[in-house]
T-cell receptor
């Protein structure tokens, strides 16, 4: 079945550093979504990508839709303590309408 | 604007007791609705989804069931809870452009 693998699984970084994470799929996607989940909360949509090669920013966050359509990348610049949380990528499932599958998540911890 | 409400926020239930978690969406009609479970420190597992009243699709066999008695109401239930039912339960809706999640219910079965 479809799988989304995220890497790294977790990372500790110093405040002010840039962060990069990626997501790879076993199948081609026409949409990539990036979510952030704060501790004890539901995930919140950060960025949506709809076109191969697309580069979209949301404040200090930048996400890219990979050219192969099988991967996506999320970068966070100048990290701050409130960036802590779990970042999930997601893409449409091949089965079912408006069904998305989620990656395994990247847990980010920022050291002040 | 659309909002999604999920309650209760936390729940501690004994093994063998029943469960009812409720989710409602406001500001939209005929949304697709979803129940996810997240084990501690893990990813999101889709449990059920619904594309309309009375229409429920189950993703994994388990001790839980779902119902959609009204257009914007989605209920997750169990007749007898197991220890393995503990987790963080999330309701979500979509009209086609990604999910919007509720704030979740932390269920601890003791």
């Amino acid at each position: 079945g479809q799988q989304l693998n995220q890497s790294p699984q977790s990372m500790f970084i110093q405040e002010g550093e840039d962060v990069s994470m990626n997501c790879t799929s076993s199948s081609i996607f026409n949409t990539w979504l990036w979510y952030k989940q704060d501790p004890g909360e539901g995930p919140v949509l950060l960025i949506a990508l709809y076109k191969a090669g697309e580069l979209t920013s949301n404040g200090r966050l930048t996400a890219q839709f990979g050219i192969t359509r099988k991967d996506s990348f999320l970068n966070i610049s100048a990290s701050i303590p409130s960036d802590v949380g779990i970042y999930f990528c997601a893409g449409p499932a091949t089965s079912g309408t408006y069904k998305y599958i989620f990656g395994t998540g990247t847990r980010l911890k920022v050291l002040a | 604007s659309q909002t999604i409400h999920q309650w209760p926020a936390t729940l501690v239930q004994p093994v063998g007791s029943p469960l009812s978690l409720e989710c409602t969406v406001e500001g939209t009609s005929n949304p697709n609705l979803y129940w996810y479970r997240q084990a501690a420190g893990r990813g999101l597992q889709l449990l059920f989804y619904s594309v309309g009243i009375g229409q429920i699709s189950s993703e994994v066999p388990q001790n839980l069931s779902a119902s959609r008695p009204q257009d914007r109401q989605f209920i997750l239930s169990s007749k007898k809870l197991l220890l393995s039912d503990s987790g963080f339960y999330l309701c979500a809706w979509t009209s086609g452009y990604g999910y919007t999640f509720g704030s979740g219910t932390r269920l601890t079965v003791v």
